[in-house]
């Protein structure tokens, strides 16, 4: 099947879900089956563009239009290969990446875009399903060895690619599993563990070793690990949340959003009991729609959900032109969960306080409207508009500042930027000879696409300063392309 006129022809469409009202009950995937036929229809859509803005939009440069070519011609093995020329992992980004390529999309001008994140999910599928992925184990050595602190798709993808250049990689990971933010701060109805797990058990067979439940500075010095290794990649994230200091803030039943989701996947570790609670999630990116989502599953009596941005308009606005990421309103899963269930999101508003009892317990919070400046920059709180909602719990997912490295490199003079992250120089070396960051310790919080990019873009450097010669490894221009 092959129409180079598709896209004049064919309609997006994406698998359907289950209900909402059926979701709740479990934490299996929300999908249902698409069939061959309708991606094939899909991948029709594509224009095939001569100059493939979505490619340019894709931190790791996936080549969009030639892969989407190829499943048109039902070459799924040849896609599968051009996929992972760029993508470590296609089956963590097919499911959970924002896809900023589709964004992109040249067809998005005049219509909807291409679905380049689903397409990318099928051929990896194809990939699993047919046994075409095996571990690819390096012929020869070079005698060197990296040390990468963190397991997330950054330090997981700096891994794989430095490992493949036949350096010896060991992974250190303070939880007792491996897969960072895969692993504890994606619920399993977006990313099956055995998913993650799947891709774990091919990089311990291409060579990696993985040392779990192994904390740097605590378990192991970092002084140790500059003696053992030629080379120390930090990839540890950016663990440190934004908080909101308000008055209240230290009741009991205020939780950080990752200390909830995380505890779903620690083994060990109790749950919180959101069991008929009134739950407010304060927050309205994906963190705070997963807190939704989870409490939710876990029988939540109710969610409402704050958010102190305006509601994104339903088209894009004349300051966020194509082929600028979309900035327009989406309901999530989670959100649509929460709809059918009688829940809301509030924007434009702001929480000033947290309401205790007399057992320090929080029921309730204290907010109030605002309104935004017309570069959307500044907002002022509107008088008068003060509101009390009641609560049991309270989730913060305001986003993360920094990484966490407290212990870790206590008094071994790693230099920062201001803002708390690691500070590099173009190659991605710190100020401690030897020492590379990677991933949202040295850029940010930011996305899984970003982050493998990262990964990518750091095995490279490092494999230059170790052999002292231009490296094989393909590099990624982790700068954000500006539009």
Same mark, same amino acid.
């Given at each position: 099947m092959d129409n180079h006129k598709g896209f004049m022809l064919y309609n997006r469409e994406l698998p359907s879900l289950r209900s909402p009202r059926e979701r709740i009950n479990d934490f299996n995937t929300h999908e249902k089956g698409f069939g061959i036929a309708r991606t094939l229809t899909q991948a029709n859509r594509c224009m095939g563009c001569g100059i493939p803005f979505c490619s340019s939009a894709c931190p790791i440069g996936n080549p969009i239009p030639q892969f989407n070519y190829l499943v048109k011609k039902e070459q799924w093995l040849e896609a599968l290969k051009l996929l992972h020329? @760029?993508?470590?992992?296609? #089956? %963590?980004?097919?499911? *959970?990446?924002?896809?900023?390529? =589709?964004?992109?999309?040249? !067809?998005?001008?005049?219509?909807?875009?291409?679905?380049?994140?689903?397409?990318?999910?099928?051929?990896?599928?194809?990939?699993?399903?047919?046994?075409?992925?095996?571990?690819?184990?390096?012929?020869?050595?070079?005698?060197?060895?990296?040390?990468?602190?963190?397991?997330?798709?950054?330090?997981?993808?700096?891994?794989?690619?430095?490992?493949?250049?036949?350096?010896?990689?060991?992974?250190?990971?303070?939880?007792?599993?491996?897969?960072?933010?895969?692993?504890?701060?994606?619920?399993?109805?977006?990313?099956?563990?055995?998913?993650?797990?799947?891709?774990?058990?091919?990089?311990?067979?291409?060579?990696?070793?993985?040392?779990?439940?192994?904390?740097?500075?605590?378990?192991?010095?970092? @002084?140790?690990?500059?003696? #053992? %290794?030629?080379?120390? *990649?930090?990839?540890?994230?950016? =663990?440190?949340?934004?908080? !909101?200091?308000?008055?209240?803030?230290?009741?009991?039943?205020v939780y950080y959003a990752m200390d909830f989701l995380s505890r779903q996947h620690l083994p060990g570790k109790a749950q919180l009991d959101v069991k008929n609670k009134n739950v407010v999630v304060i927050g309205g990116g994906d963190t705070g729609s997963d807190c939704i989502g989870t409490a939710l599953r876990l029988g939540a009596k109710s969610v409402l959900n704050f958010e102190l941005r305006p509601k994104p308009p339903e088209e894009r606005s004349e300051e966020n032109p194509w082929p600028q990421y979309k900035q327009t309103y989406k309901v999530s899963s989670s959100m649509e969960e929460n709809f059918a269930n009688g829940g809301k999101t509030l924007y434009n508003t702001t929480t000033k306080s947290f309401i205790l009892d007399k057992n320090n317990h929080c029921i309730g919070i204290e907010a109030m409207d605002v309104e935004w400046s017309s570069n959307s920059r500044e907002f002022k709180e509107i008088d008068g508009s003060q509101k009390r909602y009641d609560c049991d719990l309270v989730f913060l997912a305001l986003g993360y500042i920094k990484p966490d490295l407290s212990g870790l490199l206590a008094g071994n003079g790693l230099a920062f930027e201001a803002n708390g992250q690691c500070k590099t120089d173009e190659s991605k070396m710190t100020n401690l000879p030897g020492v590379f960051a990677s991933g949202d310790c040295r850029r940010g919080q930011s996305l899984i696409v970003w982050a493998i990019a990262e990964g990518r873009d750091t095995a490279a450097k490092v494999d230059t300063w170790l052999m002292n010669q231009p490296s094989l490894l393909p590099e990624c221009s982790t700068e954000q392309v500006a539009f």
């Open positions: 020329a @760029t993508n470590n992992f296609p #089956e %963590f980004t097919g499911l *959970v990446c924002p896809a900023p390529c =589709e964004s992109s999309c040249v !067809l998005g001008l005049i219509d909807d875009s291409v679905t380049i994140k689903h397409l990318e999910w099928e051929i990896i599928q194809k990939g699993f399903t047919n046994g075409w992925i095996h571990p690819q184990v390096p012929e020869q050595r070079t005698g060197k060895s990296v040390a990468i602190i963190g397991s997330g798709p950054a330090g997981l993808a700096c891994a794989q690619q430095l490992n493949r250049a036949g350096h010896k990689v060991e992974v250190f990971e303070k939880s007792v599993q491996a897969g960072g933010l895969l692993r504890y701060g994606i619920p399993e109805y977006k990313l099956p563990k055995y998913i993650v797990d799947r891709r774990l058990s091919l990089l311990e067979e291409e060579g990696i070793s993985f040392h779990l439940g192994c904390e740097i500075g605590k378990d192991k010095t970092f @002084t140790q690990l500059q003696e #053992e %290794f030629n080379a120390v *990649v930090l990839a540890i994230g950016s =663990e440190v949340p934004r908080d !909101l200091k308000v008055e209240g803030r230290n009741g009991l039943g």
